[in-house]
């Protein structure tokens, strides 16, 4: 692998078996992120979008291939260690179309959730959540409970809270699925400035044809194969 690659999965396949049938979702994916770069993944629903992501945050198994995250190479057809989950902690952070605020936490609890969790809550990751909340726009929002926001803010700040430990790679998936367009922009807009400004390299799941140019690589998943447009 090239030094300058953060991420890489290769040969990734993965069938699901739903009654008698079976689904081939992933053919021999291959894929390879530089550092500090962006990839879009388009392709119609259902083609095996959301899978190829959790595949390569570790969350799913593949039934073959292999995944580096930088110089950690891991097979995929076995579940994740314990080690690779605490390396995934720092190493990835991950936006979803729904948000997945936690609605009793206010807006600076649900950030810094993961930091307090692992025991790593200090002044300085609440310095780091406050400078992400004011990066995306919503510092006003600290002490706000999720259900008061919009949904541009709760991507936002699902946003801030993905980028908290400086992951070296965010995969995003559909993250602007739930907003208007012009609030999707402006969201899409603010999460590929601010990974460029924070050294993040980029997975982007989208529908949207404006946004998937907008990245360095662009790829379409027609029929598990992954390929270049
Ligand atoms: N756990 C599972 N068991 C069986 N089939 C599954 C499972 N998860 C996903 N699938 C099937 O795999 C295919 C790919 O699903 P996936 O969610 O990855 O698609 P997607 O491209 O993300 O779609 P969308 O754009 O609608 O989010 C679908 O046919 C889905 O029904
Ligand atoms: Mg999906």
Known sequence: ?????????????????FGNENIRVLQ???????????LSIRG????GKTTLLNILARIENADTGELSWEDRIMRCDRRASRNEVAHR??????????YYLVPELDVLENVTLSARISGGMNQSMIERA?????????EGKA??????????????VAIARALLNRPKVLLADEP???????????VMDLLLNTCSQEGASLILVTHNLAFARATDQQTILTEGKLNEV
């Open 89 to 98: 902690a720092n190493f990835l952070g991950v936006v979803y179309q729904a």
């Open 1 to 17: 692998m090239n030094s300058s690659t953060v991420l890489q999965g290769k040969e990734l396949s993965k069938t699901f078996r």
């Open 143 to 156: 002490r706000q409970i999720p259900g008061k926001l919009s949904g541009g803010e709760r991507q936002r």
């Open 44 to 47: 119609e629903s259902g083609c």
């Open 130 to 138: 406050h400078s992400l909340l004011r990066q995306m726009g919503v």
């Open 176 to 186: 602007t699925g739930n907003l208007d367009e012009r609030t999707g922009g402006e």
């Open 28 to 38: 021999s994916i291959n894929l390879s992120l530089p550092a500090r770069s962006s």
